[in-house]
């Protein structure tokens, strides 16, 4: 029986006391050493590790073999099939050689091991039993390592393509290819990028692509953004500082660069870093090190840095709030991402892809749209890009139509026509309402909270309507006196 602590092995020999020779040396290992299968001919040895894929930890073979396929071509095609697998070849030719050459050979091919074994049907073990087994134990740790190894490997693997999936870029419009064509090629190479676009146009998106494409995909990927950083805390979040550096740091501090060394930085909002901080910056990406605060000796570190703005950054330049050095050194690379209303028709696919993405999470049926409706979204400005087109999505699904139409549309968009009779209502209701803006929200929120209870079946339906977490809602209701 399998105690999973088992060294299964595949035994490859033609020779039947050969055969006898390798079982009666394993014999008191036998325990825990397992010759599962024997076969004598190469390819029947990769049809076997084939069909048992991952089950074999240690082949054993002979180095000559009838049928063809046999030493390092058979070690080549069993290390391909399965490259955790440890090979140990058993050769007479080692006997009384010291021909390291074809030793190095057979190491070269990708064999664990070889030993040696007499030439003839002469002795009862193989010429040294010993080393024999011990090369067996030894490979069998080294393909439990790989194998462990290829395993978190695979799983690192699987995340990133889940990473992938999720920021996905959606378009195909000409730009669109083109923008992906730049990610494609700019993430091969390690040179710092500076991404410009307005608001809402996936430039954060794009920043995610190139990292999770390139080598250093496997390492750290931090965004930071510059702008919502309050000033006196951007040099300590970014560089880090020492314990004792100054009152109150009572413990290291490492920056967020230091977190970031061997992978990518993301840097939102570049040009709000202030000036202090944009000339430690160029430090980081000229020389490789920091500068920490209370520490004399520098810090080396290793990142990509791929800066973001929807600022017109030159004119920073121009006006020397942003240094000129600095820019050319983050310039190195420059993408545009370009606005939505530029790329029309990636609209309609950007509506499909969200409304199917917001009816799975909603568990709705996902509803179609008309032709009318889908010509307002299509010639609608969307100063705030792919971002104010997602969220316009969002809100067209908390009604429960099956067919969007333009109401729908204009409502999501918030903007009612005047001619429409809703319209009309709200504004007979403010002319006989005209109060503060805070009392005015919270009649409003009043009244639609409790439309939205009388017109659902239970709490938790009315609070998935408003959008609130169920712990919200009742916190609300009770806020407004409802409970
Ligand atoms: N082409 C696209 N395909 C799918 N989703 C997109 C696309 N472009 C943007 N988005 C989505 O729109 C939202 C805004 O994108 P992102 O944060 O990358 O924009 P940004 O340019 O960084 O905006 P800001 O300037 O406001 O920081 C995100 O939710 C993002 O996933
Ligand atoms: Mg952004």
């Keep these: 029986m399998s105690t999973g602590n088992d060294i299964n092995i595949l035994l490859v020999e033609d020779e039947e006391f050969d055969v006898i020779r390798v079982r009666k040396t394993l014999e008191p290992f036998a325990d825990r050493i397992k010759i599962v299968d024997v076969v004598s001919d190469g390819n029947d040895a990769l049809e076997m590790i084939k069909q048992k894929q991952s089950f074999f930890d240690v082949v054993i073979m002979d180095f000559n073999l009838s049928g063809g396929l046999m030493g390092e071509k058979l070690i080549q095609a069993i290390k391909e099939i399965e ?4 090979i140990i070849v058993i050769t007479k030719m080692t006997i009384n050689i010291t021909d390291y050459n074809f030793a190095h050979r057979l190491l070269k091919a990708g064999a664990f091991w070889y030993c040696t074994k007499y030439p003839g049907d002469i002795e009862d073990y193989i010429y040294q039993p010993t080393d024999f087994v011990l090369s067996i134990l030894n490979a069998n740790e080294k393909s ?50 500076l991404i410009s676009g307005a608001s809402g ?12 494409n390139s080598s250093r995909k496997f390492e750290n990927f931090i965004t930071i953004n510059c702008g919502s950083l309050p000033q006196e805390l951007i040099e ?42 944009q000339v430690k910056l160029l430090r980081v990406i000229q020389e490789g090190e920091l500068e920490k605060i209370g520490r004399t000796d520098k810090v080396k570190v290793n990142v990509r840095i791929i800066a973001a703005t929807n600022r017109n950054i030159e004119e920073e330049v121009k006006a020397k709030r942003f240094r000129e050095d600095l820019y050319y050194r983050l310039n190195v690379i420059y993408i545009k991402v370009p606005d939505l209303k530029e790329r029309k028709t990636d609209i309609p696919i950007l509506i499909d892809h969200f409304l199917t993405f917001y009816s799975q999470n909603m568990g709705k049926d996902k509803p179609t749209i008309n032709s009318k409706a889908l010509d307002i979204l299509i010639n609608y400005s969307w100063n705030g ?10 809100r067209m699904l908390f009604v429960d139509n099956s067919v969007i139409d333009e109401q729908n549309v204009l409502r999501a968009l918030g903007v009612f026509s005047y001619e429409n009779e809703f319209s009309d209502e709200f504004e007979s209701f403010f ?44 916190r609300m209701a009770k806020e407004l006196g409802l409970k």
Excluded: C
Excluded at 83 to 86: E, F, H, L, R, T
Excluded at 385 to 394: D, M, S
């Design 236 to 277: 300590s979040e970014l560089f880090g500082y020492e314990k004792g550096s100054f009152t109150g740091a009572d413990k290291r501090k490492p920056g967020l660069f230091e977190i970031a060394h061997n992978g990518t930085v993301f840097l939102d909002e570049i040009t709000e870093l202030p000036l202090s901080a």
């Design 83 to 86: 490259p955790s697998v440890q």
């Design 201 to 212: 146009t996936g430039k954060e998106l794009v920043a995610y692509n190139i990292h999770y």
């Design 385 to 394: 890009n792919v971002r104010e087109l997602k969220n316009v999505v969002q």
């Design 144 to 193: 439990r390592i790989e194998k462990a190894w290829n395993k978190s490997n695979q799983k690192l693997i699987k995340n990133i393509e889940d990473i992938l999936i999720q920021k996905k870029i959606i378009g195909d419009s000409q730009s669109i290819q083109y923008l992906k064509q730049e990610i494609s090629k700019y993430s091969q190479s390690d040179v710092n990028i």
């Design 431 to 474: 002319k006989n309402n005209e109060l503060p803006l805070s009392q005015m929200e919270k009649m409003l929120r009043e009244k639609y909270f409790v439309f939205m209870r009388k017109n659902s079946d239970s709490d938790t339906e009315a609070a998935k309507k408003l959008g609130l977490a169920p712990s919200n809602y009742h």
